[in-house]
């Protein structure tokens, strides 16, 4: 990590390494292609895949609960930027899945973005309606979106256990505990300065990308 990294994350009571949220990042990306290829090729269930991508989901939102504590965080500019490249894969998702409703992940995360703006400028209107109506929109809804708001709370107050609650939640939306194997994930990699390049579309690209091989291979089967 060099002194721009390290006077940035000083500025943070409590953050992850840049290298260590890029590692996670790509960790989650494995995990959820597995998850997803599972669901589309495989009928829906691969025994130890399908129960390691529901780790997927929280190594995300707390990834991204840390990038929007940085004190460089573009709030609308990440809002927008999750809005567009939602809106991009979103007909994927769908010819994918062949479900219109949960939206996709990009989009429980613009909205988790929003909730968070919402309560940085203390908008109680846009409060309720990124965290009470949006969210029934969205994968993993409130849990979701819950987990990112209480992960930013905590990564500014160094409250580590705040998003423990959010955490639960999603283990009660999945069905199983898995999801808790996100903290020792990052208790374990996330606070050691791993040199992992960091390339600024390539989770976009990616994540449109792999619903598009997806989608294909369903239209293909017929699904």
């Not at 960790?27 to 090729?41: E, N, P, R, S, Y």
């Not at 989901?57 to 609308?76: H, I, Y």
């Not at 283990?171 to 898995?178: A, K």
Request: charged share 10%; glycine share 8%; net charge positive.
């Amino acid at each position: 990590m060099d002194q721009q990294d390290a006077a940035k994350q000083a500025a943070v009571p409590y953050t992850l390494s840049s290298g260590g949220r890029e590692l996670l990042k790509w960790i989650a990306l494995l995990l959820m292609t597995g998850d997803h290829v599972a669901k589309v090729v495989f009928g829906g269930y691969v025994p130890v895949v399908s129960e390691l991508g529901r780790v997927a989901f929280p190594l995300f939102a707390l990834v991204m609960a840390c990038n929007l504590a940085q004190p460089c965080a573009d709030l609308g500019k990440s809002i927008r930027r999750l809005l567009l490249w939602g809106a991009i894969a979103q007909p994927l998702h769908l010819l994918a899945f062949g479900q219109p409703l949960p939206l996709n992940i990009l989009l429980t995360f613009a909205v988790a973005a929003l909730a968070v703006l919402a309560l940085a400028q203390g908008r109680a209107w846009l409060i309720l309606l990124a965290g009470g109506v949006l969210p029934m929109l969205v994968d993993y809804q409130w849990a979701g979106v819950a987990l990112v708001v209480l992960g930013w709370i905590a990564f500014r107050n160094r409250l580590w256990w705040l998003p423990l609650p959010a955490l639960a939640a999603l283990c009660w939306t999945n069905g199983n505990g898995w999801a808790l194997l996100a903290v020792p994930l990052l208790w374990a990699l996330a606070r050691v300065p791993w040199r992992v390049p960091r390339w600024r579309w390539s989770f976009y690209l990616y994540y449109v990308g792999h619903l598009a091989v997806l989608a294909g291979y369903a239209m293909v089967v017929g699904r």
